[in-house]
């Protein structure tokens, strides 16, 4: 069965949900308050960079199955399904999430729900608010207790949105209802066989807290593990490949380096501890504190390796910073580590200069008062040290030998663990990196 819904929020999950949904088949709204970029989206234009999405945009425009709108009255009359798909931001004043444009999206909606619908949240938010939203809605819609909501969380990577929405290794349905359950199964069915696991808001919510938690976790192990090694002259890159073998710990992100950043995992965490708190669990998750301090003094570290490389001063130096996004293939720079350092050794008296594949755009918007460059070489160009910050193909896939006649001096800090030490040593490279000898 083919529904017709709409998809409220049109940011990065909300985008791909419904140029993922139209895909499958169904009629598909997607809404947002910023007119401009509703007119874009309407023009097939992507503001995001995210692998096979604008092919899927432009075909589900064409198809005439996706439309986009500023209306909720249109979306109310239009959908059966209301996808909420608003983003929940750390805070401004603290380490809790800001569930404000979620709680505007259902205000604005639900006045014109006259008639029964289900409405299913995937942003991810303090569990609890599923409970809240409902009360709302049924209080706030015409159509009563005939407006069901479900908490349905999202798990998808940038950089891999279209695979891991249209191919999910599971589907969590947070439901009151048997009704909602069977609207959402059907909603999915097109994806085929995916293991679905059917439970009630309040758990809904905690998977994905728990998810991105346990993943921050794992990051933050390994790099407290490159601390260890840094202290112990040992070497983190071959430790992660001898646990990785034990299938009980898993390879997978085991990357030790720079760390973690981007719009989910760092304030996911501090967002689930705040929550917590708030519930009497706190310390249950005190260790969450341990995971983010651990995260951000790799960054610290950076600098610092950095400066020690430059003979102690940022004064008078240039410094090739090879990275902005948060990680590679995106162009998405919140929280992201490299820029981080770039804006810390720019503040010291630095003379950065930045190169993304993608990211440049933003890092402009976000950071004007760094310097940038249009290519890696460029940026390399008369640099006292280069840190390879986010690990981009063509960052990993650099030699001793493309840089060493544009360099003032031969230092590196490979942040990610992409690069072979001991060619860059040979080459005549003071090569640091974290947690390798
Ligand atoms: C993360 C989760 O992986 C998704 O499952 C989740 O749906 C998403 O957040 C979300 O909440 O929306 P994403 O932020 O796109 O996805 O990025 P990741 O691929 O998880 O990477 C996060 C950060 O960890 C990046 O800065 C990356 O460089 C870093 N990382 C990753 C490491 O430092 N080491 C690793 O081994 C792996």
């Known amino acids: 069965m083919r529904y017709r819904m709409t998809v409220i929020g049109t940011g990065y999950l909300g985008i791909t949900h419904a140029a993922c949904m139209a895909e499958l088949g169904h009629q598909v709204l997607g809404l947002d308050i910023d007119a401009d970029r509703v007119r874009r989206l ?12 604008a092919e899927l945009l432009r075909r589900g425009l064409a198809s005439g199955r996706l439309r986009f709108t500023t209306d909720y009255r249109e979306a109310a009359d239009f959908g059966d399904v209301h996808f909420l798909c608003l ?3 750390q805070r401004k004043d603290g380490p809790a999430a800001d569930v404000s444009q979620l709680d505007a999206a ?3 909606l639900a006045p014109h729900l006259t008639r029964p619908c289900l409405v299913v949240g995937k942003s991810t938010v303090p569990v609890g608010t599923a409970a809240r939203l409902a009360d ?7 159509a009563g207790e005939d407006v069901d909501l479900a908490w349905n969380p999202e798990f998808l990577r940038e950089g891999h949105a279209v695979r891991d929405t249209l191919a999910p290794d599971r589907v969590v349905l947070g439901v009151r209802t048997d009704r ?20 009630d808001h309040a758990t809904a919510e905690l998977v994905k807290a728990a998810a991105n938690a346990f993943l921050a976790t794992k990051i933050s192990y390994i790099n407290a593990m490159a601390e260890v090694c840094e202290a112990a002259d040992a070497d983190v890159v071959r430790l992660a490949e001898a646990l990785s073998y034990d299938d009980r710990i898993g390879g997978r992100f085991l990357r030790a380096g720079l760390g973690f950043g981007g719009g989910c995992l760092p304030k996911d965490i501090r967002a689930f501890r705040a929550r917590a708190d708030e519930l009497g669990a706190g310390r249950a998750l005190s260790f969450l504190g ?40 995106s162009d998405d720079i919140r929280d992201s580590p490299a820029l981080d350092v770039a804006a810390a050794i720019g503040a010291r008296g630095g003379a950065v200069a930045v190169y993304d594949p993608a990211a440049l755009d933003n890092a402009r918007k976000a950071y004007p008062e760094l310097g940038y460059a249009t290519s890696a070489t460029e940026a390399a160009r008369g640099a ?22 544009l360099v003032a001096a031969r230092n590196l800090v490979d942040g990610r663990n992409v690069l072979d030490p001991a060619g860059w040593r040979a080459a005549g490279w003071n090569y640091r990196s974290l947690g390798r000898r």
């Not at 951000?296 to 390796?305: G, I, N, P, Q, S």
């Open 106 to 108: 259902v205000d604005a």
């Open 180 to 199: 909602a359950e069977r609207t959402l199964r059907e909603v999915y069915a097109p994806l085929g066989e995916v293991p679905v696991v059917v439970t």
């Open 290 to 329: 341990d995971v983010d301090a651990i995260n951000l003094r790799r960054r610290a570290r950076v600098v610092e390796l950095a400066r020690e490389l430059v003979g102690g001063s940022f004064e008078g130096r240039r410094i090739a910073v090879l990275g902005a996004a948060f990680k590679p293939d």
């Open 42 to 53: 309407g023009d097939g234009e992507l503001p995001i960079h995210e692998e096979g999405l």
């Open 384 to 405: 006292h040290a280069v840190l390879l910050l986010t690990e981009w193909r063509e960052f990993a896939e650099l030699t001793p030998g493309r840089l060493e006649p």
């Open 87 to 89: 983003g929940t931001p």
């Open 136 to 142: 709302r809605l049924r209080t706030l819609a015409p």
